[in-house]
């Protein structure tokens, strides 16, 4: 039988503004509750959520954590700086079919894996069985690539991030299949996600 595992966000809350992406992070949270069979009331969240960063002085990182049956935990932590991310590549592709690369989950043994092969490392770029990259265990991937900038497609295997959604609504960035070599011919690369937006991706050897 499989352990139970909880879904979670992680929110970025500034003062002024209240919480970036709101509505995106509650939709993804919705759309993985319906896939794995989890209780979830999200006027209920919203209102959780709400009352939560009212108490808040300062740009935090909310972390909500849902339970199957529809527990909710909420805390809040330090954001850290948009400086540029360092990241190793996998030593080994991820499954692309793996339903667990698409949702945000406590199930975390793909990137723990992953991080551990790469001790050095902070942050580890990943890439699938095809040798195409998907993104990193904290984030997602954008690649300058003939003046355009484009972020590995879905199909990859990846977490279909806020920051990412937001974007590609936007017109900001594209999807396309993006090989490894890819890299070698990207003129920027740059580490997003909803808390720190656009930091510099550096592939450090491996």
Do not use: Q
Not at 96 to 108: F, V
């Amino acid at each position: 039988m499989a352990e139970p595992f909880e879904l979670y966000e992680g929110i970025l809350w500034e003062p002024g503004s209240g919480y970036f992406l709101l509505d995106r992070h509650l939709a993804r949270l919705g759309a993985s509750a319906r896939h794995f069979g989890f209780e979830v009331d999200l006027p209920y969240v919203r209102a959780e959520l709400l009352e939560f960063g009212a108490e808040l002085a300062g740009p935090r990182k909310v972390r909500l954590e849902l339970s199957p049956d529809g527990g909710l935990f909420l805390e809040d932590a330090d954001v850290k700086p948009s400086a540029p991310v360092r990241v190793a590549r996998a030593a080994e592709p991820v499954d692309s079919r793996d339903e667990y690369l698409r949702h945000k989950t406590s199930r975390r043994g793909v990137y723990e894996k992953a991080l551990a092969a790469r001790p050095r490392a902070r942050d580890v770029l990943l890439w699938n069985e095809r040798g195409e990259l998907t993104d990193t265990c904290a984030g997602n991937v954008v690649l300058e690539l003939d003046g355009r900038r484009k972020t590995p497609h879905a199909d990859a295997g990846l977490l279909p991030g806020t920051f990412r959604a937001e974007l590609l609504a936007r017109g900001e960035i594209e999807e396309a299949v993006l090989p490894v070599a890819s890299l070698e011919r990207a003129t920027r690369a740059w580490f997003i996600n909803s808390v720190r937006r656009w930091c510099d991706l550096v592939v450090e050897p491996s």
